[in-house]
């Protein structure tokens, strides 16, 4: 029981350029959720699922895409990568208002 | 307007000592409360719960203080350990009709000093 795992743990991206952060949970958990953190601050809501085929905007979903084609899979598309898209991404899955497991999380530079 | 609150951005204890932690929230709506902890470079963990039925959980030792009428509760480690050093997170979430989400306060760092 892996989880939730997140590729890649690192990226450095140039401006203009796109990437897709993976995320897999095996916990058959509805709810997933992405987070982007930057330093000093609390974890910003981008995107989240309640189940596949369902995705829904958070808090700062500018700039970023989402797709749920399967229980298991949340992956998160930057297109057009800007510098202030440098964060650490966290994907989470909960069963519901509990508890949130989260991903190691992947440190996105954009230069 | 941010919802969640967390005042401290650090707090130093020394080993074998109370450490409090505090959150405060604006939202009436939100009834149940967790705290999360985070090491570097590793994502935040569940720590422990309440539910705004509760106004007390405990767990070892670590305690969770519910104040609804102020709006506030506390994280009580006790007796603090140099393992304890980490990243806190209060987070809030309104009923199941909202997915699930929680809204996170920025983090008090907390450190124990042997």
């Known amino acids: 029981n892996a989880g939730v795992t997140q590729t890649p743990k690192f990226r450095i991206l140039k401006i203009g350029q796109s990437m897709t952060l993976q995320c897999t949970q095996d916990?058959?958990?509805?709810?997933m959720y992405w987070y982007r953190q930057d330093p000093g601050m609390g974890l910003k809501l981008i995107y989240y699922s309640v189940g596949a085929g369902i995705t829904d905007k958070g808090e700062v979903p500018n700039g970023y895409n989402v797709s749920r084609s399967t229980t298991e899979d949340f992956p998160l598309r930057l297109e057009l990568a800007a510098p202030s898209q440098t964060s650490v991404y966290f994907c989470?899955?909960?069963?519901?208002?509990?508890?949130?497991?989260f991903g190691p999380g992947t440190r996105l530079l954009v230069l | 307007d941010q919802q969640v609150k967390q005042n401290s951005p650090s707090l130093s204890v020394q080993e074998g000592r109370i450490s409090i932690l505090n959150c405060d929230y604006t939202?009436?709506?939100?009834?149940?409360f967790l705290w999360y902890k985070k090491y570097p470079a590793e994502g935040p963990t569940f720590l422990i719960s309440?539910?705004?039925?509760?106004d007390k959980n405990e767990d070892g030792r670590f305690t969770v203080f519910l104040n609804k009428s102020a709006k506030h509760l506390s994280l009580h480690i006790v007796p603090s350990q140099p393992g304890d050093s980490a990243v806190y997170f209060c987070?809030?979430?309104?009923?199941?009709?909202?997915?699930?989400?929680?809204?996170f306060g920025d983090g008090t760092t907390l450190t124990v000093k042997p």
């Open positions: 939202n009436s709506m939100f009834d149940y």
């Open positions: 309440i539910s705004s039925i509760k």
């Open positions: 989470a899955s909960s069963k519901g208002q509990e508890t949130q497991y």
């Open positions: 987070a809030a979430s309104a009923p199941d009709t909202n997915a699930g989400k929680s809204t």
């Open positions: 916990m058959n958990h509805n709810y």
